[in-house]
């Protein structure tokens, strides 16, 4: 009769060698994973063609009020982008716009704007002091659920957005899949000769994540 | 070792996923400053009172801050006395982008020592022109001709001047004459004229 025994056997040359030369590299791998999925600015540079479970897009578009030459309003807008051109600006120049954006994913998000401005050659980011300091444009933005009881935007009964529950979430699904961007720009340049003939570019991102900023942007 | 390896893929490739779990959409403003800018483009000083040499201009970038941007064109002698009459003609041009609406110019007419002294003044704007058509109305009238061509009372012989305000499109002119007449005063003062263009975007 033979008695099977089991002898304990240790690992062999050649896998002794593959356990850490797979091991070092994946737990380097996760590591450097995690901590590029914690760089904000890497974030913001991926969303143009991110397709993730966060789906924010653009679904309407109002010009409220606009005083430039450019009848109508030079603008367009798709579900990702909206673009304005006006190449006459002058001082007292003002529009007022809301944009309507609409959770169309299949999970809640937290929603906040930055500003960039294209310097010539890239995009930097900026704030709303700067805009004015160095382009005198006195830009302001928010997000609000709904005009109020009188029906109209850009007025002191304009309700903010706080989200569903309070939690500056955008849901996926009614109530709560939308939220109105109001932004206000003024070119206050009346005594700034130096501005003229000058170009300004800049752009509002709208980010949603899972675990977002929550800095909501309301200005 | 495939107990250890798979979950550690799994979570490398999951943390590179999150890391894309972001969306956003944008807002692009391309906005181009544009300028409102109506200056006197020239001006000339007429009198047969005094010579050329003792009336002084101050139109520089220097002297014009000087008077801290407020005015346009500042004129001054130091041979006034009674009766002492000149006619100031400015060319009014819209170098900007945008049209203007131009409001009667601002004077300023300052006399030292101003005991006594008083003057009567008057303005007549011609245009509007888009051409070389103002050379009647302005290069033509000379310190050799003017007594001949320009009346206090009426401007331009022969030409019909307009109300103020006007809107100027870009690279549009006008041409404002004024008549300052000192009337009573010493003997000999010194004058001072400061001339503020008004205009607003139309």
Redesign the interface.
Known sequence: MKTLRYHHRGPSRT?GR??PA??VP??L??LS??G??M?PS???T???T?S???????TDCLVISYNG?IIPPKIS?N??????????????WELK?V?E?TNI?PMP?HIWAEIKHWDGASWIPINEDDLLALFR?DYTNGFYNDTGPDGKWFTDDDTPWTGRHGDYRLWPDPPGNKVYQK?H?L?D?QDH?E????????????????N?NNNHGAG | MAAILIPAMIISVASYAYAHWTDSVYKKYKLHAKCTYTKIKTNKVLTDWVDDKYIKKAPSDEELSEMDGSYALQISTNKGCPGFDVWIGMMLHNQGSLPERVYPLTFVVQASPPNGVSYEASNFTYGIFSGGEFTDYYAHITRSNFRETLDPDTGIIGKTPIDLPVIIEPCQKIVIWTYLKFIDGQSKFNIQIRIAVNSELA
Do not use: H, M
């Open positions: 896998e593959l356990l797979f091991l994946i737990l791998i996760t994973s995690f590029y999925a760089y890497n974030l913001l991926t969303f143009a991110a993730g479970p966060e789906d924010i897009s653009i030459f807008w579900d990702t982008e909206l673009v304005f051109e006006d190449d006459l600006l002058y001082p007292g716009l944009t954006i994913g998000v444009l932004e720009l070119f340049a000769p501005l003229q003939d000058r170009v300004f570019t800049f752009k509002v991102n709208v980010n949603a994540a899972a977002g």
